[in-house]
């Protein structure tokens, strides 16, 4: 047995480890951030939000990255997603600390840029490394321009999709004799093939998650509006240009779907929604395509496709792209800018490998082969990205911002049947211009 | 002259010895070795409590913003003058203080409770003890999915028994009139035992010879917990009310990982909108408003409870 420890052995120990602790962290990022110094120039300190299936992949693509260069150190972070990612971005950059690459939304780095925190990428400096404009989606690249210059590498667009039960679907009758579902046009056929399924299952006809979750009823809300053409924010979002007529058009579709025809349920969580599809309880799911690991993981027949055209107009659905970014002062080392450029390049020729995760490539000498066209069920909602619409600019605007909570909990509302579609429009537009008439802290 | 009249004599009321020697440290060799002592503690208490606070103070009169270094432009009273206005301020300052009504009576009675029956088991009295304190120690993540699970709509075990009763099965975390009682609910099973601990040390120092004379005299044991516990508990349950009313008040976690603070932003408590405004709207300095205002409601509680206690001390 071990005899009471004594306070001053105890001291001993303390001081012992910290002095330990703080001799190895000075090659280390916190070590370099505590001290002041700079990090090893010559190594690419790379910072992401991917967990999941996603961090698998990006970890092998890192990997890849490695091995090829293995003159280069890579110093990859990841860290949790969403706002607390873009605060340490935001802080380490405002810091002069940053990382010399970045992955931001496409929808985010706006925000970034306007706050004057990202790097101007040349043209002639893409180019030395085999990038130039017509390489990428031009949806994606066009929407990540601000005033005609470079500031983010798009990597990938992530639609809104729908998934569906290949099974369900095929006893309900909405299969063709290849086994992927007939195109479903117009709100009644839509309608009608949820009420199909609901034969089926018994339960749902689709799922979508509302409770706790701002984020899907915005997404599918903004897949509908601008199937109708409608804008939310207009001149960097200092205008509310909500259309109420077509706003209410949707509200009110989405409300006879869960509240009347009780074709989905109206209150359901994002897991749950996700397990009920999972299950059997539903035939269709409506989310983005990165869940596709997670009912591979499932093992249930199942197939992705692009979210229907409900209101007819030229085909819209909601998404967002992963950019590479270099934020401000993360290139300021002598070739330094050359080192994360290459990193860039690399990760878009593994686009493949990401594409695994649903995701559709930016990257076109990927996205147009005939290998990217083979995969599915990625192939089928390619078309998603040339069609892709992004949350409007603005400061309080982006993925997993206020705007996203304000529109998706009032939409959500509506969905739940706590809020009519009247009550849900005054509420946004109260809260929307709030918003839009303060000044921008960015 | 009846016993529980006897047992009202002054005489009889339970006495704290006060001893007026001890309350006051006059040797001034005490002084320095104290201080050093406490150095440690006032370095760190300095450097991250009152520093930040200051701080927080001097921002919220700039339209600080968390994209530029510095305080940004003077705003003067404006941040103030927009939180006042504001309506989805107040209504998360509502959220705050209803949690904190919805949670404080139960945190503080059923701990009592709880702990009076856990003093009473003769047997496996170790083993009350561990299951109410058991909860507390969970992280507030753990907790909080362990409940999204309970709560599930379709899936939940909650759900699943009040369906099998006959019931509508209720919208828990979804209904906008009932997600602050279902997170209520979940806080109470999570943080009972910390009060509960509190009680049962509380109960542990009443004398028993003060039990075994009532008994005597023909108390019934409701007679004795009403004569005897509550009145020499008052000082834990000082405690316990002023501690917890200032927990609940701090209500953040639980919504924001349960809720989003929805349904429709309504469990959305004022902690979660200093969040929104500063991290996710960049705009620290209209939070630091925010939370200078939360910190007076804060301290005015809590000056409230103080002021009343102190009366009733000076009453006993």
């Known amino acids: ?442 | 002259m009846t016993i529980t009249a006897d047992y009202e004599t002054a005489e009889d009321r339970p006495v704290r010895p006060v001893d007026p020697d001890t309350t006051r440290v006059t040797e001034h060799g005490h002084a320095k070795p104290a201080w050093l002592f406490l150095t440690p503690f006032l370095v760190l208490y300095l450097l991250f409590i009152i520093g930040p606070s200051i701080y927080m103070v001097v921002m919220s009169f700039f339209d600080t913003s968390l994209t530029r270094p510095g305080l940004g432009a003077l705003a003067g009273f404006g941040n103030y003058g927009e939180a006042l206005t504001s309506p989805d301020f107040w209504a998360s300052m509502w959220h705050t203080i209803w949690f904190t009504i919805l949670t404080v009576p139960p945190l503080v009675i059923l701990a009592f409770v709880f702990a009076l029956l856990a003093d009473r088991a003769t047997r496996g009295r170790w083993f009350f003890r561990l299951a109410f304190f058991l909860p507390y120690i969970l992280p507030s993540a753990v907790m909080a999915l362990i409940w999204i699970w309970l709560y599930t709509p379709e899936l939940g075990l909650l759900g699943k028994v009040v369906t099998s009763l006959g019931f509508d099965e209720p919208n828990w975390l979804g209904d906008p009139n009932l997600a602050m009682w279902s997170l209520a609910f979940a806080t109470v099973w999570w943080t009972l035992g910390f009060n509960f601990v509190l009680y049962l040390a509380g109960l542990q120092d009443i004398p028993r010879d003060l039990y075994e004379a009532a008994s005597m005299d023909g108390a019934s044991p409701w007679q004795q917990v009403r004569r005897i516990t509550i009145p020499m508990l008052s000082r834990t349950t000082s405690l316990v009310i002023v501690l917890q009313i200032i927990a609940s008040l701090k209500i953040f976690d639980q919504p924001y990982i349960m809720t989003s603070g929805g349904p429709n932003f309504a469990t959305r408590p004022a902690l979660e909108y200093v969040y929104d405004m500063g991290f996710t709207n960049f705009r620290t300095g209209y939070a630091a408003a925010v939370s200078t205002l939360f910190f007076i409601l804060v301290l005015a509680v809590s000056a409230v409870w103080v002021f009343l206690t102190r009366r009733q001390e000076q009453g006993l």
């Open chain 1, 1 to 442: 047995m071990i005899g009471p420890v004594s306070r001053r052995t105890l001291l001993k120990g303390a001081f012992a480890g910290l002095g330990a602790a703080s001799l190895a962290a000075c090659s280390s990022p916190v070590g370099a951030g505590i001290a002041g110094s700079q990090l090893d120039p010559g190594t690419v300190d790379y910072w992401n939000l991917f967990g999941g299936g996603d961090g698998v992949r990006m970890q092998s693509m890192e990997d890849a990255y490695r091995k090829a260069n293995p003159g280069t150190p890579l110093q990859a972070v990841t860290l949790a997603w969403g706002n607390p990612y873009y605060t340490k971005l935001t802080l380490a950059t405002v810091g002069r600390k940053p990382p010399n690459v970045a992955v931001s939304h496409l929808t985010r780095m706006k925000t970034l840029q306007s706050a004057d925190l990202l790097e101007e990428l040349k043209p002639e400096d893409l180019a030395r490394h085999g990038m130039s404009a017509e390489m990428f989606n031009q949806r994606a690249w066009n929407a990540g321009l601000v005033g005609g210059k470079i500031y983010a590498i798009p990597i990938d667009t992530h639609p809104f999709v729908l998934f569906y039960n290949t099974k369900i679907c095929g006893q309900a009758g909405l299969l063709d004799a290849a086994g992927a579902l007939k195109p479903i046009q117009g709100p009644d056929a839509f309608t009608d093939a949820l009420a199909k399924v609901q034969k089926v299952t018994g339960q749902y006809g689709a799922t979508h998650g509302i409770n706790a979750d701002t984020a899907t009823p915005w997404r599918f809300f903004q897949t509908l509006y601008s199937q109708l053409g409608g804008q939310v924010l207009s001149d960097e979002g200092t205008k509310v240009v909500l259309d109420d007529a077509k706003a209410t058009q949707v509200l009110t579709f989405l409300r006879s779907l869960t509240v009347e025809k009780k074709l989905m349920p109206s209150s359901i969580d994002y897991q749950g929604a996700i397990a009920l599809f999972a299950n059997g309880a539903a035939g269709f799911h409506l989310n983005g395509e990165w869940e596709i690991s997670t009912f591979q993981t499932a093992k249930m027949p199942f197939s992705m496709t692009l979210v229907p055209n409900v209101f007819g107009g030229t085909y819209a659905v909601q998404a967002d792209s992963h950019t590479l970014i270099v934020p401000r002062g993360g290139a300021t080392a002598e070739g330094q800018l050359d080192l994360s450029l290459g990193f860039i390049k690399s990760m878009l020729d593994q686009s493949m490998t990401w594409a695994q995760g649903g995701h559709i490539p930016a990257w076109q000498p990927v996205a147009q082969s005939d290998a990217f066209k083979k995969l599915t069920p990625q192939s089928n909602y390619a078309a998603a990205a040339d069609a892709a619409v992004y949350d409007p600019s603005g400061w309080y605007s982006g993925s997993g911002s206020n705007f996203e909570i304000v529109m998706g909990s009032a939409i959500g509302a509506v969905e739940a049947g706590q809020l009519s579609p009247d009550a849900a429009i005054a509420q946004i537009r109260s809260k929307l211009s709030a918003l839009a008439s303060t000044a921008s802290p960015v």
